[in-house]
């Protein structure tokens, strides 16, 4: 299918999603059918920002019709087309997807795209402070749902970042807070020497800059 195929379902689904008509659940669903089909086709375009505002409007076209689960994914397939173009719209497609996710109680799920976020931010936009935010929100999700190999996988890198930042008190109690939850870990038990100096160099750093203070 040509772009300018993929134009003409764009402009097709606009007037579907706008026109008036008694039967508004209809019109909704053919408008999202109809945006998915132009976004597939700026996919095969390599037309990225324009498959991910196609793929946006059927998510919203799909919470019109209260079908949240299907948004959630499609909201996630139009991140992974901004991912190749814009990074900070492909952060607020992943956050329109975990308000879904949250909302219907998938902790774990969200967890996942929040650490997503975080990786962003951490290797594409290289701003450690909000890694560092974001990967603690998907430790404190990935423990709540008793993923807890993830949620500490999640937790070492706050604390990196944290000590990165100048910010030892911080870096020392996620440090050790993964250090006490391996102690019964045959897995990660062996990590436990590693954790523990980490938090040891942040207690020295952190005493050196306080007396210099």
Do not use: P
């Amino acid at each position: 299918m040509s772009e300018r195929e993929a134009l003409a379902l764009l402009a097709k689904a606009d007037k579907k999603a706008t026109t008036f008509g008694w039967f508004g659940s209809n019109k909704f669903e053919d408008a999202a059918e109809l945006y998915t089909k132009a976004a597939n086709s700026f996919k095969l375009a390599k037309r990225w920002k324009e498959a991910g505002d196609a793929f946006s409007k059927a998510a919203n076209m799909q919470i019109q019709l209260n079908e949240r689960d299907e948004a959630a994914s499609t909201f996630i397939s139009a991140s992974k087309c901004y991912k190749k173009c814009n990074f900070e719209d492909a952060i607020t497609s992943l956050k329109r997807a975990i308000e879904i996710l949250t909302d219907r109680g998938r902790f774990q799920a969200a967890a996942g795209h929040q650490k997503e976020i975080a990786q962003i931010y951490e290797s594409d936009l290289v701003d450690i402070e909000k890694a560092m935010q974001a990967y603690e929100i998907a430790a404190e999700w990935y423990a709540g749902e008793e993923a807890n190999a993830l949620a500490n996988n999640c937790l070492l890198k706050v604390a990196t970042f944290a000590a990165s930042l100048g910010q030892y008190d911080k870096a020392i109690e996620k440090f050790e807070q993964v250090a006490y939850a391996s102690l019964d870990n045959q897995l990660t038990k062996w990590s436990l020497k590693e954790y523990f100096l980490k938090a040891g160099l942040c207690h020295i750093v952190n005493g050196v800059t306080f007396f210099s203070m």
